[in-house]
């Protein structure tokens, strides 16, 4: 899938893309079939929610699910963002963020380049995200939240936030955001208020920047917002440092090679290298190394 002129000057415009029905519904049925497994599955790769047992997000499961490993791999996700980085990508994160009806809990504001950077040292933002929905996405369940047009700022100054939810994450103040959605507001004159919020059926995409501010409040609904994210880097721009553990920031700077279109409804061979657990080196860190050494970190 390649992008035309026009998307590609929304993009730059706005910092995002969205695709209403891109994969079909057989094809999503793959994915949401495999989750209820995966959800339950006792690894370190299953992040839940403050509140009790509840999955909020599910890491690299790319490595051990088959139909996951074909996701990522789909020339519908991995093509357009080659074509705009003209460079091999590889799996910086991979991620399936439940949302869970009554259960699911806030993203704060935040831009994914503010936690590459600070946590990971990625040199650049030349890194994508790539939304698709598993479920459908409404107004009530806790839909994304973009700030349209806040990419073109760069990397924003930000706290690390360690209470908010069980997730750590570097937010932006409130301060910030009100200003940031006034400016977008009187920027996009009538197009939108200051915030947009892309809904649509299972099967849809999201692709956008990785300094887009973003976040998503609570599902008090009862319809799950299961949603899978890739986070995508372009190979020269790969991380400079293991302070995270492996299946939240990825080592592997391997160039990802696509499958075929219809990869996830034929049979299509696929490697799981985690398949029998977490390998003991995903865990160690780069600090762990350096503490090892006898240094104070
Ligand atoms: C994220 O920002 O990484 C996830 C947000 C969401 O799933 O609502
Ligand atoms: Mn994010």
């Not at 057989?26 to 403050?50: C, F, G, H, I, W």
């Not at 910086?92 to 259960?103: E, P, R, V």
């Not at 299961?226 to 920031?249: P, T």
Request: glycine content about 6%; charged content about 20%.
């Amino acid at each position: 899938m390649k992008l035309d002129a026009e998307q590609l000057a929304r993009f730059d415009r706005d910092g995002y893309l969205f695709f209403p029905a891109l994969f079909t519904p057989e094809e999503m049925k793959t994915l949401s079939d495999e989750v209820p497994r995966l959800y339950a599955m006792q690894r370190p790769e299953n992040v839940r929610e403050k509140t009790g047992n509840v999955v909020r997000t599910n890491f690299a499961a790319h490595l051990y699910s088959a139909p996951f490993a074909r996701l990522a791999r789909h020339p519908r996700m991995i093509d357009p963002v080659e074509q705009m980085f003209g460079e091999a990508l590889y799996m910086h994160q991979f991620k399936i963020n439940g949302k869970q009806a009554f259960d699911g809990d806030v993203w704060q504001w935040h831009q994914d380049y503010g936690t590459w950077l600070n946590d990971d040292l990625m040199p650049t933002p030349r890194a994508m995200n790539v939304a698709i929905f598993l479920d459908e996405v409404n107004e009530f369940n806790g839909p994304l939240m973009f700030i349209p047009g806040s990419h073109k700022l760069g990397a924003l100054p930000a706290g690390h936030d360690l209470t908010t939810t069980s997730y750590p994450l570097w937010t932006i103040d409130n301060d910030t955001i009100a200003t940031l959605v006034r400016n977008a507001a009187a920027t996009a004159g009538g197009r939108h208020g200051g915030i947009v919020a892309p809904k649509g059926p299972a099967g849809s995409m999201i692709m956008f920047h990785s300094c887009l501010v973003h976040a998503s409040s609570s599902n008090l609904s009862p319809w799950s917002r299961v949603s899978v994210y890739l986070s995508l880097c372009a190979v020269s721009n790969h991380i400079r440092r293991h302070k995270r553990v492996e299946y939240i920031a990825h080592r592997d700077f391997t160039p990802i090679e696509c499958l075929p279109d219809d990869c996830l409804i034929k049979p299509c061979p696929v490697d799981l290298p985690w398949a029998n657990g977490t390998p003991a080196s995903a865990l160690v860190t780069s600090l762990d190394v350096l503490r090892e050494a006898g240094a104070t970190v």
